[in-house]
């Protein structure tokens, strides 16, 4: 199975830019469609992006298109979220996913999940 570790949240003001890796090790990379959710406090994990394997097809929740951008590195065997324009609603813990077969926005279809990673938004 892959393992999953994410970087690259941290602190950023609103209308700022955040860029998230992924790394996986483990299996091969190539084999598994990726997703990106966030968990903000008090609420459900909610979808934000995902990539298939192949990294030529990719979808996106309404509130992030055009702001957000997913992409896979296959050399690195890492996953990135560049998020630009940052909102205060864009506050949360960021993971990354994994899953055999096709990409999805259901989070529960996912086998393997990293760790988190904290992106905060201030105004």
């Known amino acids: 199975q892959v393992q999953l570790v994410e970087s690259g949240g941290g602190l950023v003001q609103v209308g700022g830019s955040l860029r998230l890796s992924c790394a996986a090790s483990?299996?091969?990379?190539?084999?598994?469609?990726m997703g990106w959710f966030r968990q903000a406090p008090g609420k459900e994990r909610e979808f934000v992006a995902a990539?298939?394997?192949?990294?030529?097809?990719?979808s996106y929740t309404d509130s992030v298109k055009g702001r957000f951008t997913i992409s896979r590195d296959y050399a690195k065997n890492t996953l990135y979220l560049q998020m630009n324009s940052l909102k205060p609603e864009d506050t949360a813990v960021y993971y990354c996913?994994?899953?055999?077969?096709?990409?999805?926005?259901?989070?529960?279809?996912?086998?393997?999940w990293g760790q988190g990673t904290q992106v905060t938004v201030s105004s």
């Open positions: 990539i298939s394997r192949g990294g030529f097809s990719t």
């Open positions: 483990g299996r091969t990379f190539s084999n598994y469609a």
């Open positions: 996913a994994a899953k055999e077969g096709l990409r999805t926005m259901v989070s529960s279809a996912y086998e393997v």
